[in-house]
């Protein structure tokens, strides 16, 4: 069993690494982090990027040369960083609601779908509505919740969809903060700064779909897990924790059903520690075990039975089930181009009328696209793949369809359009916004790569949460970083968690 165990554990560490640090070279090597003109995109970098990153150097070299500002710094942001992360927490809080009320477009691509669909109930009988929720059965879940909102609060608008964003956003922020503290106290502070530097660069709080509502059951997945493994909490609190694991759980395969990725990892890992369990197991911590699962289990159950029957059962919109997208042929869509959507076989979708039709056109299409490929050439894709669904700081902001239903070109007048010149296709400071973005995330992944050291049990959950989760978009659609959202709350606690070994790694470097 040892040797099974240390077999495993090696897999999963040359799987990371390899995926990782792929993910890290070209996160590095984006063009996102140009300075000045940027031929990609064909955009350049303003005197707001330029400003930032002499204000960074010219910090770095007071912090070297000054001895009064070095302890002015480390008294400030070292031994008070929880008052002082606390406080930028509260700030970039505050430019979150700033945000959203000056810049609150109506979005394009699926987004605007199901915002349009949950508004009004003459708009869902509509032919190409039902064409769509019939095609997209996964997105009927959100849409209905979303209607569920409009009826109860009155409100249709984006700017209120949008608060509701910041609100899923900033609890799975406060459910991960809340994970360190149980797990490891003494990161709290990091992690505050990490999730500072996140939610300011994070304007997907203006987006309302699934990738930003996602966040927060994984958050809480997460939190109740690291709940019910501490033995030193209350069984009542554990017990709750329990219910909302399974709660969580079965509302993410609902919302977002690949985001349950670290579910498996949690289970891989568990049944893997318990192989080489030495210590006797005392009837106590059996039972508590076993009631923790029972409660699991349950909760799962009834909350999978509630949510299931009340979307079997709408009245809302009528679906033809029979036309459903099938599984494969996210597959067959994830090898050609990028490894993202393809509009041809999208279409094909909508028009071949069976399942068994559909299927079969995706079968063929990935397999010819397989044989064409070759061995070679399928491994060369999927490491390119691998950049496109991983380079990109921004999280593929702007790269859908129809991204927003507003002009791409604002001007420079009044705050909103001032905002706006950070965040659309033709805004004078989207390249900043580029390069800002980029810097945090390679930040982010450079503090994971160095916290490299003794394997932890949390740090391998997140480590195979990760490595399920490239597996996943290498295998199907991906080809933007966007589809990467999902899993930032184990991204952002590996960080985290790696934080003070990255530091005394690189005082011994």
Request: glycine residues 6%; proline residues 4%; charged residues 10%.
């Amino acid at each position: 069993m040892h040797r099974f165990y240390q077999f495993s554990q090696a897999v999963i560490n040359w799987a990371w690494r390899i995926l990782f640090f792929l993910m890290l070279f070209f996160a590095i090597t984006s063009p996102n982090i140009i300075l000045g003109d940027n031929p990609t995109f064909g955009t350049s970098t303003t005197m707001v990027t330029t400003g930032l990153v002499l204000g960074l150097v010219a910090v770095l070299v007071m912090n070297y040369a000054y001895p009064e500002i070095h302890a002015w710094l480390v008294a400030v942001f070292i031994k008070k960083r929880l008052l002082t992360g606390s406080i930028m927490l509260g700030v970039v809080l505050a430019g979150q609601i700033f945000l959203i009320i000056f810049v609150h477009p109506a979005s394009g691509f699926d987004a605007g779908m199901l915002h349009y669909a949950a508004t009004s109930a003459k708009h869902v009988q509509e032919v190409n509505v039902m064409a769509y929720y019939s095609l997209n059965q996964n997105n009927l879940p959100i849409m209905l919740f979303m209607h569920w909102l409009t009826e109860l609060t009155g409100q249709t608008s984006w700017l209120f969809f949008d608060f509701v964003t910041l609100f899923f956003v900033d609890l799975a922020a406060i459910c991960n903060l809340i994970s360190v503290w149980l797990v490891r106290p003494r990161a709290l502070g990091a992690a505050i700064y990490l999730h500072v530097g996140w939610l300011a660069v994070f304007p997907s709080i203006i987006m309302p779909y699934t990738d930003a509502w996602g966040l927060p059951l994984v958050s809480i997945y997460l939190l109740c897990y690291f709940a019910m493994r501490k033995s030193a909490l209350p069984a009542l609190v554990r017990v709750l924790a329990a219910n909302g694991f399974g709660i969580s759980v079965t509302l993410t395969y609902f919302i977002k059903p690949s985001a349950i990725i670290p579910v498996i990892a949690i289970v891989i890992i568990e049944l893997l520690a318990w192989l080489i369990r030495r210590k006797p197991v005392s009837d106590q911590v059996w039972f508590m075990a076993v009631a923790l699962l029972v409660m699991v289990s349950g909760s799962a159950w009834h909350t999978y039975q509630y949510v299931n029957q009340k979307v079997q059962s709408q009245t809302y919109i009528q679906l033809n089930k029979a036309r459903a997208i099938p599984a494969i042929h996210f597959m067959a869509m994830g090898v050609y181009g990028s490894g993202g959507y393809s509009a041809k076989q999208a279409v094909q979708m909508a028009v071949l009328p069976t399942s068994k039709q559909k299927t079969d056109y995706s079968v063929t299409m990935l397999t010819k696209r397989l044989k064409k490929l070759g061995p070679i050439g399928y491994l060369t894709f999927l490491v390119k793949k691998q950049r496109n669904n991983t380079a990109d700081g921004t999280f593929g902001w702007l790269k859908e369809g129809h991204f927003f239903h507003d002009n791409q070109r604002p001007n420079n007048r009044g705050i909103s359009n001032k905002l706006k010149n950070f965040l659309y296709l033709y805004g004078r400071h989207i390249a900043d916004f580029r390069f800002i973005a980029q810097f945090w995330w390679i930040i982010l992944l450079s503090i994971i790569a160095l916290g490299f050291g003794p394997q932890r049990h949390v740090i391998q959950i997140l480590r195979l949460s990760m490595v399920g989760g490239f597996l996943f978009l290498l295998l199907f659609e991906g080809g933007r970083s966007r589809y990467l959202i999902q899993y930032l709350p184990c991204l952002l606690l590996l960080a985290a968690f790696s934080f003070d070994r990255a530091v005394a790694n690189v005082r011994q470097l």
